[in-house]
């Protein structure tokens, strides 16, 4: 299993196309096998300077299945709906490790993203942001 987290502000005046994106994205996410582990406002920061008000975690089998929603025609449609009621969007694709593989896995170089792309963590402050991960993806699904 891998999830997707999402992390944005819904824009002011733009409440209604939110909505309206959130019913038509459900049945798409479902045919895709998709879950949605939970949906909410955060409440509080505990660390860190991220501060968007909405989060969604959702949960897919394979990362093919990712990827075919993310490709899915039906979704690229309803995805103009999300993209222009929402701001401040960070999308992180998660895939779990075992503990005692942790290790190994963080001196390795580079990793490959949900839909096998290459991607790059940069070292702190090349590009403004400390070990952010660059390259091509899926950074356009859930």
């Known amino acids: 299993m891998i999830a997707v987290l999402n992390l944005f502000d819904v824009v002011a005046g733009r409440e209604a196309m939110?909505?309206?994106?959130?019913?038509?994205?459900?049945p798409l996410l479902e045919r895709h096998g998709a879950r949605v582990l939970f949906y909410g406002a955060t409440?509080?920061?505990?660390?860190?300077s991220?501060?968007?008000?909405?989060c969604g975690i959702?949960?897919?089998?394979?990362h093919e299945d990712l990827c075919r929603f993310s490709r899915d025609p039906e979704f690229l449609e309803v995805r103009r709906l999300r993209d222009g009621a929402t701001a401040n969007y960070v999308m992180l694709v998660l895939e779990g490790l075992p503990m005692?593989?942790?290790a190994a896995h963080l001196v390795g170089a580079g990793?490959?993203?949900a839909c096998g792309e290459r991607s790059v963590t940069t070292p702190a402050g090349t590009d403004g942001r400390p070990g952010?991960?660059?390259g091509a993806g899926v950074?356009?699904?859930g």
Not at 18 to 26: D, F, I, P, T
Request: one cysteine or more.
């Open 18 to 26: 939110y909505a309206e994106y959130l019913r038509r994205v459900r």
């Open 58 to 62: 959702i949960a897919y089998e394979t």
């Open 43 to 48: 409440r509080a920061r505990l660390l860190g």
């Open 50 to 54: 991220c501060g968007q008000g909405y």
């Open 132 to 134: 952010h991960a660059n």
């Open 100 to 102: 005692e593989e942790a």
């Open 139 to 141: 950074e356009d699904a």
């Open 111 to 113: 990793t490959r993203d």
